[in-house]
């Protein structure tokens, strides 16, 4: 049995809602041009650390993480990972295998986490998959793992023999992932606000206008169009909310204007973030400053980081265990 021990960093929590933290363990084999293994932290949807096994380094994405923990802290982080990167691929060999595979490009997968409503409700999961299928998830009810595939059942009974690994995870997903998203809602709290830089973008006078808020702090941000002084809602979009590498946020809202519409009526961009107002008025021409290069760095780093999540993670997502949840230091398997 090989047991890896983990830190759940944390989360940031200025909402009101529902907020999560999740983290995703990433083994591959097989001829790659990225890393073996990576380490992604998340909260709601945002990047907070990193580490991959190319750069042998846990990096911190975020202001409010990098305020509150010293070197020391990220060295040790450090090396827990490089000691899973190895777990990782030992368990890979393991369950290659499982599916008698001696060849191609693999992966295995972990993702653990938890959510708190305002309201104080709780829940908590744990997953594994393999080569972008499910393949192992907790049952906090039973304290079972449940098999999602015949070659899974094998290692479903090893990790169900003992039971002290559902005990473990049980405490972890009930008590100390929430400890440490409550611990970090302090440091998110204390934390500078930093205000948006709003732009308007637009290839030619025939596209769409895109508004483009970015390299703001904490993420909650809305953007709303107006024409002629009052809110326009046709032939609107908005995309989704975007980290930044910097622990910064990003989002874009796209409207479709004529050159004629533009001629009779002034459309603006109207952007809030954490009380205050920016507004930008759309003019006949605009010039072109694409964002192309910030967003492509920021789905580089994603790829990378979560190394097959996309495919992994159904449009159902992972289904929560209903739970109590916890926080930092844990122990998590490659072994199967």
Partial sequence: MLDVVLLLLGAHLACAGTHSLRYFFTGVSG???FPEFTAVGLVDEGQFFYFDSNTKKTEPKTEWIRQNEGEDYWNSQTQILIDT???YKVGIQIIKELFNQSGGVHTWQMMCGCELDEDGTKQGYMQYGYDGEDFLS?????LTWTAANPQAVITK???DSTGEDAIYWKGYLDNTCIEWLQKYVIYGEN???VAPQVSLLQKSSSSSVKCHATGFYPSGVTISWQ?????HHEDVYLAELLPNEDGTFQRTSTIKVSPEELKKNQFSCVVEHQGETFRSILKASVPIGFILAAVVGVFLLIVTAVAGYTVYQKKKGFKPVNASDD???GSARSDT
Avoid at 227 to 231: L, P, T, W
Wanted: neutral net charge; charged residues 30%; aromatic residues 8%.
């Fill in 157 to 159: 009974h090893k990790w």
């Fill in 138 to 142: 907790f049952d906090k009810s039973t």
């Fill in 85 to 87: 990167h190895q777990s």
């Fill in 31 to 33: 001829d790659i041009d």
């Fill in 327 to 329: 926080g930092p230091n």
């Fill in 191 to 193: 934390t500078t606000k």
């Fill in 227 to 231: 024409k002629n002084g009052q809110e």
